[in-house]
């Protein structure tokens, strides 16, 4: 069974820029959730689909945004970069249960210059 | 706000010692507990989890937790290390604020190393 994939593993980006991530979940997997992981915070969750439906959001502001299509693919964007955005983003698909466990993606790295 | 604490950051050890990070968190409902591992190059994945019923737990690669109630502890343990346990360690908590599976807040991780 496949994993979790994530495109691109790499990004270099200007502030002021925006970026698209996009995750793959495991197949038959209806939850998916994205985290932000820097050194000095570690895993920060951000949002998290079901069914193509926002299920619950993190703290972060208005310029995270993030969507999940039928097949339950899903993307995250980040307007108007900035410094602190430079992070490794984490994806993680499960079946959408309380006992389900996440299972993660390598992430992508992003760096924001 | 519910949050995780990790007491160490780095925890050096030599192979075959017993190993114990510790894991507190602040939420005084329900909670499910896990801890996932990320081995060097590799993704998170799972350790082991507690939902309920018996407190101690069994993991991948002999490591067990406890769930201590009372001390809102979930400790993670393994009796004697091998050096293919070096990775970092994330305990986290999902409480039901939010009703989501996705609202999984993680610990800022400990380090471990294991000298051969």
């Known amino acids: 069974k496949a994993g979790v994939t994530q495109t691109p593993r790499y990004l270099i980006k200007t502030r002021g820029q925006q970026v698209t991530l996009s995750c793959s979940p495991i197949?038959?997997?209806?939850?998916v959730s994205w985290y932000q992981q820097t050194p000095g915070q570690g895993l920060q969750f951000l949002f998290e689909?079901?069914?193509?439906?926002?299920?619950n959001k993190g703290n972060f502001p208005g310029r995270f945004s993030g969507r999940q299509f039928s097949n339950s693919r899903s993307e995250m964007n980040v307007s108007t970069l900035e410094l602190g955005d430079s992070a490794l983003y984490l994806c993680?698909?499960?079946?959408?249960?309380?006992?389900?466990?996440?299972?993660f993606g390598n992430g992508t790295r992003l760096t924001v210059t | 706000a519910q949050s995780v604490s990790q007491h160490n950051h780095h925890v050096i050890l030599s192979e075959a010692a017993s190993l114990e990070l510790g894991c507190n968190y602040s939420y005084g409902g329900t909670v499910n507990l896990f801890w996932y591992v990320q081995y060097p190059g590799q993704h998170l994945q799972l350790l082991l989890k507690?939902?309920?019923?018996?407190?101690l737990v069994k993991g991948i690669k002999g490591f067990e937790a406890e769930f201590i109630k009372s001390k809102f502890s979930f400790n993670l343990r393994k009796p004697s290390v091998q050096w293919s346990d070096t990775a970092e360690y994330f305990c986290a908590v999902r409480t039901p604020y939010g009703g989501s599976q996705g609202n999984l807040i993680f610990g800022k991780g400990t380090k471990l190393s294991v000298k051969p």
């Open positions: 197949s038959g997997h209806r939850s």
């Open positions: 993680a698909s499960s079946l959408g249960q309380p006992d389900s466990p996440l299972h």
């Open positions: 507690y939902f309920s019923g018996d407190p």
């Open positions: 689909y079901f069914s193509e439906t926002q299920r």
